[in-house]
């Protein structure tokens, strides 16, 4: 579903941010991304839907490269999700910003519609159409910046931190929301508690390199490791 080759990225101040990524993720496969601050998660997700562009190697959708002509179908296909929701939400109602997406695809008025209940149903945000997003609370707009992207239809999800501010209750449903939706993910986080709950695959980068990929219980079984790159025992 989802292939990095050889990806490398610098920033334009001369900062290495990432070196030699190379990874495949399969349809439906939960990853997760752990790491010191720094190490570079943040940019490699947003390679996943061009919002940056690799220097050096090569990302592949569905077996679409990244690239120009078919950035369209990238971003249709990879559904991002912003640490800050409010980065995310900017429309007057809950409805609006779910229909945007679909709205952009060309999609008729009864379609769109659709689209945007079947997502908010998802996410548990049914009934919520006209609700300000401003007005509501951190988890929920979680949530809705979920529905912006699954109304899109996605192949893949990159959320970035979703757990991050979140209390308790909010934080246990934004887990189970993550366990019951069908797409690969791929999420940047700190939180080893829901990467233990969610995700079958880790991979910890550090310095902008993969030094680990594989089992989630190996690492998080291991302490030295868990040490050797900061992370926190679950």
């Known amino acids: ?33 752990v ?3 720094g190490a570079g998660k943040s940019t490699l997700l947003l390679h996943l839907n061009g919002v940056l562009r690799c220097r050096t190697g090569a990302i592949t959708v569905a077996g679409h490269p990244i690239a120009d002509e078919s950035i369209r179908q990238v971003r249709a296909q990879v559904g991002m999700v912003f640490q800050d929701p409010d980065d995310q939400l900017f429309s007057p109602t809950v409805f609006d910003d779910v229909a945007f997406g679909p709205l952009h695809m060309g999609l008729d008025e009864q379609d769109v519609r659709g ?5 908010l149903d998802q996410v548990g945000m049914s009934g919520f159409e006209r609700r300000m997003p401003h007005h509501m609370s951190l988890g929920q707009r979680k949530r809705v910046a979920i529905a ?69 219980e190996a690492i998080l079984g291991d302490g030295e490791l868990l040490e050797r790159y900061g992370l926190e025992r679950p």
């Open 1 to 33: 579903m989802l292939e990095l080759t050889d990806l490398c990225y610098t920033y334009p101040d001369g900062t290495e941010a990432l070196r030699h990524i190379n990874l495949r993720i399969a349809e439906g496969e939960k990853v997760a991304l």
């Open 115 to 119: 689209r945007v209940l079947r997502a």
């Open 148 to 216: 912006t992207v699954l109304s899109m239809s996605p192949g893949v999800l990159a959320l970035d931190e979703p757990s991050a501010g979140l209390d308790p209750r909010a934080r246990r449903g934004l887990i189970d929301l993550l366990r019951s939706l069908p797409q690969a993910m791929v999420v940047s986080t700190h939180d080893m508690r829901m990467v233990a709950e969610v995700f079958p695959r880790t991979v910890v980068l550090a310095q902008g390199q993969v030094a680990f990929d594989g089992p989630s």
């Open 35 to 37: 790491g010191p601050n």
